[in-house]
């Protein structure tokens, strides 16, 4: 018997880096992800390919070592992380297809990590609840492959609704969709095609970073540092850089939860000067945009973009505008015509429509 699901990749609408700050954040599943087909063998070999990568990559269950098996990582560390908790398993065959563009920053990782999890659950029948879903795919990424993500990416790929954006609260683990209705306004993504390759390094100094900085404040986590007690907390902090990612997450958070407010009240298009200023925080607080993600905001701005930022982790990816539908065409043009200017490569650009969570396929 095999069994398919799939996941989707995610853009996020606004709330970045505050997810390993225990914060908010407001991202959407798109239409591209990633289908894993799973099988059930009857020796302890896990075989792992893809229609995108070469292979098959196999090892024994028993044996896998966190860090190995390149690509196919994500998919081992599924199996390793269930066999860490003492389930006992079959060796199992699994077939990967996705059309998430790789290193673009819309969580093709995730994508492939929650396609496996909740095939392999569905096929050996583990009732694995929700929690626990988003627990096994956060060490397969975590703890297996090694990426020190935040757990955003994950919650989005499992548990996004069509037509909605997901609310995700980091300390409580809980979700809301909230209605995001594209009818006269779209997202559309540019993908700069800057591939946020050396990014790892940058991501993890950010992280630790706001970690010391709530320890130098006293606090659990940056979510911890209400917005009208930012000034004071930056007052106790000498580091620039320091001040600057809690400027950063604080007022983040703080938009995120404005966001929400204005979704839940009906207007989208106010949303759209929150989305810069969260670009503007992530250029000169964070400081983790280049100038591919800067270009592409400065010209969705000028050809009438109501806000624009860059989404996921940064160093490269994709940016994402919210414009009216009937301005879709021009601002593309709007954007290959600065990229042709700066002699950038040039992007690819498609509108995300809100999409479901993980899924079976027939
Ligand atoms: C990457 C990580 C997420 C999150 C974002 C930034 O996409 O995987 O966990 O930290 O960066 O918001």
């Not at 929150?274 to 800067?294: C, E, G, K, N, Y």
């Amino acid at each position: 018997m095999t069994v398919s699901w799939r996941a989707p990749g995610r853009v996020n609408l606004i709330g970045e880096h505050t997810d390993y700050n225990a914060g908010f954040a407001l991202p959407f599943a798109i239409e591209q992800g990633c289908t894993a087909t799973v099988e059930a063998r009857h020796d302890d070999v896990v075989s792992v390919a893809s229609r995108q990568q070469d292979g098959p990559v196999e090892a024994s269950i028993g044996r896998l070592q966190p860090g190995s098996g390149g690509w196919a990582g994500y998919a081992l560390g599924v199996v390793w992380s269930l066999a860490e908790s003492g389930r006992e398993l079959p060796g199992l065959t699994v077939e990967v297809d996705s059309d998430v563009p790789v290193g673009s920053g819309l969580s093709s990782s995730a994508a492939l990590v929650c396609s496996v999890a909740t095939a392999v659950d569905d096929l050996l029948d583990l009732g694995l609840d929700a929690d626990e879903m988003l627990a096994l795919t956060r060490r397969a990424e975590n703890d297996f492959v090694g990426a020190p993500t935040g757990g955003m990416d994950q919650l989005a790929a499992l548990r996004s609704v069509e037509s909605h954006v997901l609310f995700c609260d980091m300390r409580s683990l809980t979700t809301r969709a909230v209605p995001f209705p594209l009818d006269e306004l779209a997202v559309l993504v540019v993908d700069t095609r800057a591939e946020h390759q050396h990014a790892g390094g940058e991501y993890r100094r950010r992280r630790e970073g706001c970690e010391e900085a709530a320890r130098r404040l006293g606090v659990s986590a940056l979510r911890d540092v209400a917005p009208d007690d930012l000034d004071a907390a930056l007052a106790r902090l000498d580091e620039d850089e320091l001040r600057r990612y809690v400027r950063h997450v604080v007022t983040e958070d703080e938009r995120v939860l404005r966001t929400v407010d204005l979704l839940d009240a009906g207007d989208s298009r106010a949303i759209g000067p929150l989305l810069t200023a969260s670009h503007v925080s992530m250029r000169d607080d964070f400081r983790i945009t280049i100038p591919q993600l800067d270009v592409a905001v400065d010209a969705l701005l000028d050809a009438g973009a109501l806000g624009a930022r860059m989404t996921g982790g940064g160093f490269g990816g994709c940016v994402i505008g919210l414009l009216p539908t009937k301005g879709m065409d021009e601002a593309i043009a709007a954007v290959e015509a600065a990229y042709d200017r700066e002699s950038f490569t040039a992007p690819r650009c498609f509108p995300a429509r809100p999409s479901p969570g993980a899924h079976r396929t027939p």
